[in-house]
T-cell receptor, first 113, second 112 residues
Framework: KQEVTQIPAALSVPEGENLVLNCSFT??????LQWFRQDPGKGLTSLLLIQSSQREQTSGRLNASLDKSSGRSTLYIAASQPGDSATYLC????????????FGQGTTLQVKP | KAGVTQTPRYLIKTRGQQVTLSCSPI?????VSWYQQTPGQGLQFLFE???????NKGNFPGRFSGRQFSNSRSEMNVSTLELGDSALYLC???????????FGPGTRLTVT
């Protein structure tokens, strides 16, 4: 059974700091991995999607990497800003069951001015 | 292009009642998935529809059901509501299974 874990559960950093969020999954048979952002009481905003054959994806100040064999992904946020404060969720799509996202519990990030 | 829309945004129901939630996907998207989000369990997959057919189902009781129409709009129904059904229900659409999923704002259901 695929399980997704995100560490740490919460993180507080000063503005301008570079930071890394971690995501691990137990079964390497994945179709892709997606990172989302969720603001309190809101829906999810897709940040980056990495196909299983890719090693990383970049969008602006965000960079996500994927090491499928070790069951790990990281989301790197450069030069953090207060507007980055949110909960960040990673989710995997299992191979052979591509309509389903399996989520981690998320990392709640606070960026202090 | 308009995003995923969900109606209603908020609902308050009483135990034992039933409820229907609606989701309109992004134009051209044929896959619609539903998720339940609670503080204790996080985000859990309910089901996925593609071309009016349920393709995947999560581990939820039969009280949770759904359907998809020919225009890809989807509805989910929860019968005989329980207090534990209080949650944020999120709908996501994608061009096809396994493609990037885009989420709606959710429907906040409170069962009293």
């Amino acid at each position: 059974k695929q399980e997704v874990t995100q560490i740490p559960a919460a993180l507080s950093v000063p503005e301008g700091e570079n930071l890394v969020l971690n995501c691990s999954f137990t079964d390497s048979a994945i179709y892709n991995l997606q990172w989302f952002r969720q603001d309190p009481g809101k829906g999810l905003t897709s940040l980056l999607l990495i196909q299983s054959s890719q090693r990383e994806q970049t969008s602006g100040r965000l960079n996500a990497s994927l090491d499928k064999s070790s069951g790990r992904s990281t989301l790197y946020i450069a030069a953090s800003q207060p507007g980055d404060s949110a909960t960040y969720l990673c989710a995997v799509v299992p191979s052979g069951n591509t309509g389903k996202l399996i989520f981690g519990q998320g990392t709640t990030l606070q960026v202090k001015p | 292009k308009a995003g995923v829309t969900q109606t209603p945004r908020y609902l308050i129901k009483t135990r034992g009642q039933q409820v229907t939630l609606s989701c309109s996907p992004i134009s051209g998207h044929r896959s619609v998935s539903w998720y339940q989000q609670t503080p204790g369990q996080g985000l859990q997959f309910l089901f996925e529809y593609f071309s009016e057919t349920q393709r995947n189902k999560g581990n939820f009781p039969g009280r949770f059901s759904g359907r998809q129409f020919s225009n890809s709009r989807s509805e989910m129904n929860v019968s005989t509501l329980e207090l534990g059904d209080s949650a944020l229900y999120l709908c996501a659409s994608s061009l096809a299974s396994g493609w990037e999923q885009y989420f709606g704002p959710g429907t906040r259901l409170t069962v009293t």
